[in-house]
């Protein structure tokens, strides 16, 4: 019994989660509907449907679907399949997984078949391939990014399963299926298939025996999951070091993963600590290094450092307002033109380096103020740094040779 392989979805309307791409509304099952869906590459957490999706467009367009992987692709391979279909009215789907590492070359030999349409191109990968391809790739395709299944459609999805194979599960075991496979459904497919080859009903602690920690990047099946970290990143905004730790403790014992822990930690260390201690992002990124070659238990013990460390630094979030500012004015339309003595091989551009350090110029066509430091911890020393730079030179200018 392979449930993942028996329950794997083969229509749009069968597909679990993505509704931002796939409901209703969805800009991929429009295009797909329209029958107008270019190259595309899709990108997310392992488990989440790429391969079915792509199997699925594949049926629903009535192509031959062709399924490679860019770390074993052979170009003499890809050409022949093309080949085959050189004067073919419906041409292929020539699935690619792992497609960020499609080299150079092979992505050179895709393109004049991506630019004649001879074949539909997807590729799949659980990173963000844009940077990885071309530019003459990205701009012959759309990328989609589909996200962990969530939660409730889990559930749903679970529920559906263990009613058409009569399988019995406690409560508790059902919750733990789902929150400790983080949004992966072949992951929690396969878990409960290895429980039930156990013995029923499936019981919580077979399957801590079976998976002792959850996986990947953490969902829980209600809203404890979402309050205990906002309570963790609250309580250490807040300084106190002891709740802070409660509320790791409970994020850790609830099965969440150390390296989605350690994400928000970081995005903490910069948006509530900012320059007042600039070392604190420096240990958050030492942290999520560590415990993604780690894992739990000892996990814990580098967050537990973390956490004391985020709580006692000093805090400002002038980093983070300045950005926002920043943004919501080019939002609203705010658009300068740069100026002319800054653009690339201008004659006119001052070196400060040639100046002692520091020169008057414009930067900007029209003044902005959008960066307001609090002078709390470092950030006030930088705030002196920067005003001696500029009052230095300023005074050294004004005097007469």
Not at 26 to 51: D, M, N, R, V
Request: net charge neutral.
């Amino acid at each position: 019994m392979n449930l993942a392989l028996k329950y794997r979805p083969k229509s749009i309307e069968e597909m679990v989660g993505h509704e931002h791409l796939l409901g209703s509304s969805g800009i991929l099952s429009g295009l797909l509907k329209a029958e107008k869906l270019p190259h595309s590459f899709l990108y997310g957490p392992p488990g989440c449907g790429k391969t079915t999706l792509a199997r699925i467009i594949a049926s629903t367009l009535d192509r031959p679907f062709y399924e490679m992987n860019a770390t074993t692709l052979k170009i003499d391979a890809l050409r022949k399949v093309l080949n085959e279909y050189s004067n073919a009215l419906q041409k292929p789907l020539i699935f690619i997984d792992e497609v960020h590492r499609l080299s150079k070359n092979q992505q050179e030999v895709l393109l004049p078949y991506m630019e004649r349409n001879d074949a539909l191109i997807i590729g799949a990968s659980t990173e963000n391939p844009y940077y990885s391809l071309t530019a003459a790739m990205r701009s012959r395709s759309h990328l989609f990014e589909l996200h962990p299944v969530d939660a409730k459609a889990m559930r749903s999805y679970l529920e559906k399963i263990l009613l058409q194979e009569k399988i019995t599960a406690e409560e508790d075991a059902k919750s733990y299926l789902i929150l400790s496979s983080g949004g992966d459904i072949r992951a929690m497919l396969n878990l409960l298939e290895s429980a039930v080859a156990l013995g029923t009903p499936v019981t919580l602690q077979r399957l801590k025996q079976l998976r002792p920690h959850a996986m990947q990047a953490g969902s829980s099946e209600d809203e404890s999951h979402y309050e205990l970290t906002s309570a963790m990143i609250k309580s250490i905004r807040g300084s106190d070091i002891d709740a802070g730790l409660y509320y790791l403790a409970r994020l850790i014992e609830g099965g969440e993963p150390a390296e989605f822990i350690a994400r928000r930690l970081a995005i903490l260390a910069s948006e509530d600590i900012g320059n007042a201690n600039p070392h604190a992002l420096n240990l958050a990124s030492s942290t999520l290094n560590i415990v993604k070659h780690i894992g739990y238990p000892e996990a814990r013990i580098t967050l537990s450092q973390l956490v004391i460390y985020l709580a006692s630094s000093p805090k400002s979030n002038s980093a983070y307002k300045a950005i926002n500012k920043a943004q919501k004015r080019i939002k609203a339309g705010e658009i300068h033109p740069i100026p002319s003595h800054i653009k690339t091989h201008a004659k006119t551009y001052l070196y400060p380096h040639d100046h002692g350090g520091w020169v008057a110029q414009q930067y900007l066509a029209a003044p902005l103020q959008l960066y307001h430091t609090q002078k709390i911890g470092f950030e006030k020393t930088l705030y002196e740094w920067h005003e001696k730079i500029i009052d230095t030179q300023k005074s050294d200018t004004g005097k007469q040779p």
